[in-house]
């Protein structure tokens, strides 16, 4: 991964920048699964968002260090 990305004049880790954006589809995602009802189905909610905090974080980090692999420009 990357070291830092650039985001409006500001460098930021890769890591964080992943982080906030797992975080984020994470709140996304649990409203969805509430609505849907998934949640009675899982053993323990909150294991369960951990795991997917973890999943959505190595592929946002997967997609930022890819973007920076194929040159793309990562300055908004």
Partial sequence: MIGEVHILGLYAPASLVAAIAGGVLVLLARQI???????RRVWHPGLFDLALFIVLWAAAGGVIDHLHSNRMVLSW
């Fill in 33 to 39: 699964f509430l609505r849907v009802g998934l949640y």
